[in-house]
């Protein structure tokens, strides 16, 4: 598994202040307006000072995201779900290789049987 993609990174490209709420709903999948809303009322219902000192260590402590960290919007998703979820991407991804792994096998058999319009589909191209 690739680290780069499962680290929680800043977004300087939605960022409105220090890019901290964007990285974080890029981080989990959830609407970057929703995490603002989040922290808003985090802000303002809990401890003031504290909220706002943990937003700026957060802004000082972690990296921008790279610009081609994903290489298309499937791939971001699927590293999304990665970092939610690393055992449900898992059996995910067996699915998808058993599911592979029958249509070969389905192609297999018919390619191998005895196959007689093929053979003679050959037969005459020779």
């Keep these: 598994m690739t680290?780069?993609?499962?680290?929680f990174y800043l977004d300087k490209r939605?960022?409105?202040w220090s890019g901290v709420c964007a990285g974080i709903a890029d981080y989990t999948g959830i609407n970057v307006f929703w995490v603002r809303i989040a922290a808003v009322i985090a802000t303002i219902t809990f401890a003031f000072p504290w909220t706002l000192v943990a937003y700026w260590i957060a802004a000082k402590s972690f990296d921008p995201k790279p610009s081609e960290l994903y290489g298309s919007e499937e791939d971001q998703q699927f590293w999304q779900g990665v970092r939610q979820s690393p055992h449900r991407t898992a059996r995910d991804v067996r699915s998808r290789f058993r599911e592979i792994d029958r249509r070969l096998a389905d192609m297999e058999l018919y390619y191998t049987s005895k196959n007689t319009t093929l053979s003679n589909e050959i037969e005459s191209l020779r």
């Design 3 to 7: 680290s780069s993609r499962t680290k």
């Design 14 to 16: 939605r960022a409105k």
